[in-house]
């Protein structure tokens, strides 16, 4: 975790102005997510939520800054038993329950494979860990939440009825950091635009000839920047041959398909600090609003439909035979959640998922 000594602003400065409008906010329109709260207030998830260190609620209500190394508090996580984990982006939110373990944490990426919890971390994006407690209605929701130094959600974890309220306590006593050095966030940059073709004289026939020569669904990223080439514009580029675009209404159609048929499927949801994977089979599939969402036992999806910008088909040659992907992306051609039938390494891709995927509608541009 970074040491920096720029401080969120302590009780009785301009810190205070944040809390009061968001408790104006709250007041105004209650039930008002926290991340919703902090675009509205014109500040980050992260600061929003940093702005309540060392200023216990009278509702209970705190927000603790853990000054601890980040990935300490991963393998720590064990201790709490079963919990909630949460990862989401701004169009697709994963929650799974289960019971961390089996982590490993390397230079550049980690993991904790301890099923049903299955995850890719990036640790060097991570840069606060805060122990948040609030009342929702009767209850006191727990969790621990970190953030990168943008104040973007990098994963969150929320304690359940059967977890070691004890060790929560434990580790929030033993990593609470001073509130005067609790970490600042910086504002985040303009994103640049995710080109949408390749450029002018891109030897398109070299690129294909690279792709029908993968190996490993792994080796897709590598390829990508070997030819220094954004999703999109691959994808435009392998239409007809590896890729196709899916029309309107295909995700759904292939969550229901996957649900009516007992398909078993793997969900990705990604953030620049985290990939959340689930595995199995899925039963109800719901729309509520602009969300499609499944809401099964021990694991719930929600994915703003009025997002997909673009569906797409995505076939990745392997040793094994072709994996097909249903991929995501948003309005600016970020891929934003990937889903493929389960498949373990030596073994083809499920013939059921491969036959589901083809017979989702295609675009009709």
Not at 153 to 163: C, G, N, T, V
């Amino acid at each position: 975790m970074s040491t920096d000594q720029n401080a969120t602003q302590p009780a009785g400065t301009a810190g205070d102005d944040l809390v009061s409008r968001r408790a104006a906010l709250a007041a105004a329109e209650p039930g008002l997510r926290v991340r919703d709260q902090a675009e509205r207030l014109g500040v980050s998830e992260g600061e929003l939520v940093a702005s309540a260190v060392g200023r216990d609620g009278a509702d209970g209500a705190r927000v603790v800054w853990l000054d601890a190394d980040i990935g300490d508090l991963i393998r720590a996580i064990e201790t709490l038993g079963p919990v909630m984990a949460l990862t989401r982006n701004d169009h697709a939110v994963h929650e799974i329950v289960g019971t961390y373990g089996n982590v490993k944490l390397g230079a550049h990426a980690g993991l904790v494979i301890n099923k049903p919890i299955d995850l890719r971390l990036f640790l060097k994006r991570w840069h606060a860990a805060l122990a948040v407690e609030e009342a929702r209605g009767d209850t006191v929701l727990r969790s621990l939440q970190f953030f990168d130094i943008h104040g973007l959600a990098m994963h969150k974890i929320y304690l359940r009825p059967d977890s070691d309220r004890a060790a929560y306590d434990a580790l929030i006593a033993t990593n609470r950091g001073a509130v005067q050095q609790a970490p600042a966030f910086e504002p985040a940059p303009t994103p640049e635009p995710v080109a949408a073709t390749a450029p002018e004289g891109f030897d398109a026939d070299a690129f294909l000839t690279d792709w029908s020569h993968l190996a490993d669904t792994h080796d897709f990223l590598p390829l990508l920047n070997r030819h220094n080439l954004s999703r999109p514009a691959a994808l435009a580029l392998a239409d007809g041959r590896f890729a196709r675009k899916l029309g309107d209404g295909a995700f759904r159609a292939a969550l229901e398909a996957a649900a009516r048929d007992q398909v078993r499927i793997m969900i990705f949801v990604p953030n620049p600090g985290c990939i959340q994977i689930s595995g199995g089979t899925i039963n109800r599939v719901e729309p509520r609003g602009p969300w499609i969402n499944i809401l099964d036992p021990g694991f719930n999806l929600h994915v703003r439909e009025d997002h997909i910008a673009a569906a797409w088909q995505v076939d990745k040659p392997t040793v094994d035979g072709t994996v097909t992907a249903v991929e995501l992306y948003d309005d600016r051609g970020d891929l934003f959640l990937i889903m493929v039938g389960v498949r373990e390494t030596g073994v083809p891709e499920l013939p059921e998922w491969r036959a589901l995927v083809h017979a989702l509608p295609g675009s009709a541009a």
